[in-house]
């Protein structure tokens, strides 16, 4: 498969602190995608990174992409409660995108 | 960024009825609009590759004639859930790319559809 595998599945920190998730793959790639979905709603794109790119910082976001390890790792810094949604991140291969499992992460108030 | 709605947002229907859910490229023509299906607290799967005017590209393993998709316009892509049965209930979920930005997909709300 394609997809992109994520760990943590679930991860539940205290608001302020940061959160880590990571996403590991199996193919080759033009870029890798974050995206956010808060419960049975639709996805939102966080943050792109193109397969010849390191580091990426968004905000609050930063992301590192490691193509010889084929893996990902989205930080998000100074968590909020409004953070409280599933994160996916999303391969893009041959005109097509291929999600991971998710992290769902929990931030407590 | 682009704007996709859909519709309906949510549907409940009685096994072995067909139903149509909608998705909307609102302020841009959309020449490709990709389908995907979520079980709950999964992850989302790739179905289809829909393109206009011409017909969908189903991915390994989804049949074609349960669920079919036409793209009529630049606009509109519609998928056809043909004689539905309980384990078609899933939320299912509309992209697009916007524009030239050929590897940024963007999403609609999704719909979900409950088969009793």
């Known amino acids: 498969s394609q997809q992109g595998e994520e760990d943590p599945q679930a991860l539940s920190i205290q608001e302020g602190e940061n959160a880590t998730m990571n996403c590991s793959y199996k193919?080759?790639?033009?870029?890798l995608q974050w995206y956010r979905q808060n419960s049975g709603r639709g996805l939102v794109h966080l943050i792109l990174?193109?397969?010849?790119?390191r580091e990426k910082h968004s905000g609050r976001l930063r992301v590192t992409l490691d193509t010889s390890k084929k893996s990902s790792s989205l930080l998000i810094t100074a968590s909020r409660a409004a953070d409280t949604a599933s994160y996916f991140c999303?391969?893009?291969?041959?005109?097509?995108?291929?999600f991971g499992s998710g992290t769902k992460l929990n931030v407590k108030p | 960024g682009a704007v996709v709605s859909q519709h309906p947002s949510w549907v409940i229907c009685k096994s072995g009825t067909s139903v149509k859910i909608e998705c909307r490229s609102l302020?841009?023509?959309?020449?490709?609009m990709f389908w995907y299906r979520q079980f709950p607290k999964q992850s989302l799967m790739l179905m289809a590759t829909?393109?206009?005017?011409?017909?969908?590209?189903?991915e390994q393993g989804v049949e074609k004639d349960k669920f079919l998709i036409n793209h009529a316009s630049l606009t509109l892509s519609t998928l056809t859930v043909t004689s539905a049965h309980p384990e078609d209930s899933s939320f299912y979920i509309c992209?697009?790319?916007?524009?030239?930005?050929?590897?940024?997909?963007?999403f609609g709300p999704g719909t979900r559809l409950t088969v009793l």
């Open positions: 999303a391969v893009y291969n041959f005109n097509k995108f291929y």
């Open positions: 193919t080759s790639i033009n870029n």
């Open positions: 990174i193109r397969s010849n790119e």
């Open positions: 302020d841009f023509q959309a020449t490709t």
């Open positions: 829909s393109n206009e005017g011409s017909k969908a590209t189903y």
């Open positions: 992209s697009t790319r916007w524009g030239g930005a050929t590897d940024t997909q963007y």
